[in-house]
């Protein structure tokens, strides 16, 4: 069983910066696809960022390019979510997740990531 840790959420202006982290209890997530959702109240779960197991491929949503970097540090078992010019509709509950099929390339369907955290929230004020 895979447990995914997130943190780093918080409460931040309109302009600011939040890094999240997502940490995992197993060494084997260091080959495994990692992806970041979130879901605001009231809204559907919204695909935010993914990278590949080797950090060598990443994906972003049209809503977070350009503001957002993913990044994952596999002697560490976390990774991260850079969030820079943070806009009051970022806000939201932030998942993590894992996708064990790194046959496939980078997905951005929830549907493809097999392990969760409990999730981190990140409120951005106007």
């Known amino acids: 069983q895979i447990q995914l840790v997130e943190s780093g959420g918080g409460l931040v202006q309109a302009g600011g910066s939040l890094r999240l982290s997502c940490a995992a209890s197993?060494?084997?997530?260091?080959?495994?696809?990692l992806g970041w959702f979130r879901q605001a109240p009231g809204k559907a779960r919204e695909f935010v960022s993914a990278?590949?197991?080797?950090?060598?491929?990443?994906e972003y949503g049209d809503s977070v390019k350009g503001r957002f970097t993913i990044s994952r540090d596999n002697a560490k078992n976390t990774g991260y979510l850079q969030m820079d010019s943070l806009k009051p509709e970022d806000t939201a509950v932030y998942y993590c997740?894992?996708?064990?099929?790194?046959?496939?390339?980078?997905?951005?369907?929830?549907?493809?990531?097999?392990?969760w955290g409990q999730g981190t929230p990140v409120t951005v004020s106007s």
């Open positions: 997740a894992v996708d064990r099929e790194v046959w496939f390339g980078v997905s951005k369907s929830g549907n493809r990531y097999e392990y």
């Open positions: 990278i590949s197991w080797n950090g060598g491929n990443t």
């Open positions: 197993a060494r084997t997530v260091s080959t495994y696809h």
